[in-house]
């Protein structure tokens, strides 16, 4: 369970949050939120550095080994429906992914974790990433200014809304999608409309693309894996009686397995061009490469539900399935053994999904969240 001097931190976490909450930034220009962090660690005598452009690392600890813990700060380009006392003062963002409490939750371990390595050993480099939300991801920029030179484990939360409040859960492998977009260009030749033989029309390529790309969910892809191809975009023609030139699709492709992933990115673009070539068409994939999944490691995952169960108990934990998001939290496991874990912050029966207008979450988990955050640094350490 919680100690009581971390409960008590409730009031300053809630504060440190709400002021965040209310002033958004988007990725890569996340200035003022980086200088809030600044100032609040140097007031708890840290010296935090600035790393990937617009975040912030801080290295706690004298000696021993390094480990790794981060926290996304970045906003999205939503503008907030909820009615809160503290809602969003900058039109156009809001933090609708709770990033404002992973912030809070990660300065609240920078306020423990001194005492606690002072004692144990051991040494940790707390990030605050920026532009979690925007591809290509802060993560690789974090990892270019050197945040994983010298880290043997890594590890970050995210808050979920949708997830009973303070449950904790985390996969073994693989437990979020590689998340890819696309781009499909076809080109045709333009006409009058009453003269549909003295054009190559776009637009029934684009219908019968639209068809058929689902076929490779539903035919190319093993069915004991999972694939999702989704085309949210369709533009060609504005006129009434005149055939488009041209028309584009663009949609997004999530896959758990990479080689699911490369095989349905070739069977794209074979059908892709194949269908226009059989109308006499041309078309181009453009596929460009996402996030990959989070695939934690077995043995971090071992010392992370043992932290768990000792101390949030042993009826916090909460098997969770795959989800379909991306996390660009994936580039440190890439590089790094550890694990990406989930924090349950649900409010009421009915919860706002995460990017909506209206998502809010549970502030009173902040302190357990902290507290198995610093925990599982600690047992990462190996002390
Ligand atoms: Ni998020």
């Given at each position: 369970m919680v100690p009581e001097h971390i409960q008590s931190l409730l009031p300053e976490l809630v504060a440190w949050r709400r002021h965040l909450h209310a002033h958004p930034e988007l990725g890569y220009e996340e200035y003022k939120t980086q200088a809030f962090i600044m100032k609040t660690l140097e007031s708890q005598g840290l010296k935090p550095y600035a790393a990937g452009d617009t975040g912030v690392a801080v290295d706690i600890g004298a000696s021993g080994p390094l480990v790794l813990a981060r926290a996304d700060i970045d906003a999205l380009p939503i503008d907030e429906e909820a009615?809160?006392?503290?809602?969003?003062?900058?039109?156009?963002?809001?933090?609708?992914?709770g990033h404002d409490g992973h912030v809070a939750m990660m300065l609240g371990v920078a306020k423990i974790l001194p005492e606690l390595l002072a004692q144990s050993g051991g040494r940790a480099r707390l990030i605050f990433q920026p532009a979690e939300e925007k591809h290509p991801g802060g993560a690789l920029k974090m990892i270019r200014d050197g945040?994983?030179?010298?880290?043997s484990r890594v590890t970050g939360l995210h808050l979920q809304a949708?997830?009973?409040?303070?449950r904790i859960g985390a996969r073994?492998?693989?437990?979020?999608a590689n998340s890819d977009r696309f781009r499909i260009l076809i080109e045709g030749r333009g006409g009058h409309g009453s003269a549909p033989h003295h054009t190559i029309d776009p637009i029934p390529v684009a219908g019968q693309l639209i068809g058929a790309l689902q076929t490779l969910v539903s035919?190319?892809?093993?069915?004991?894996d999972a694939a999702v191809v989704t085309i949210s975009a369709i533009q060609s023609g504005s006129a009434f009686n005149a055939i488009p030139s041209a028309a584009e699709l663009k949609g997004t492709v999530r896959t758990f397995k990479q080689e699911v992933r490369d095989s349905l990115e070739g069977a794209m673009r074979t059908m892709v061009e194949a269908t226009a070539a059989a109308s006499g068409a041309r078309a181009e994939l453009d596929y460009m490469r996402g996030y990959p999944s989070v695939v934690n490691t077995e043995p971090e995952w071992r010392l992370f539900r043992a932290v768990v169960d000792e101390y949030?108990?042993?009826?916090a934990w909460m098997d969770i399935d795959e989800r379909m998001g991306g996390e660009d939290f994936s580039y440190y496991l890439q590089e790094r053994p550890g694990v990406f874990w989930n924090l349950g912050a649900q409010i009421g029966p009915n919860p706002y999904p995460h990017h909506h207008g209206c998502f809010t979450w549970d502030e009173a988990v902040m302190p357990l969240g902290l507290f198995i955050m610093a925990r599982t640094i600690m047992a990462y350490t190996g002390a």
């Open positions: 009615d809160v006392e503290y809602r969003s003062q900058n039109p156009g963002a809001m933090h609708a992914c945040v994983l030179d010298g880290v949708e997830m009973p409040r303070g073994i492998g693989v437990q979020s035919r190319h892809v093993n069915p004991t949030a108990g042993p009826d």
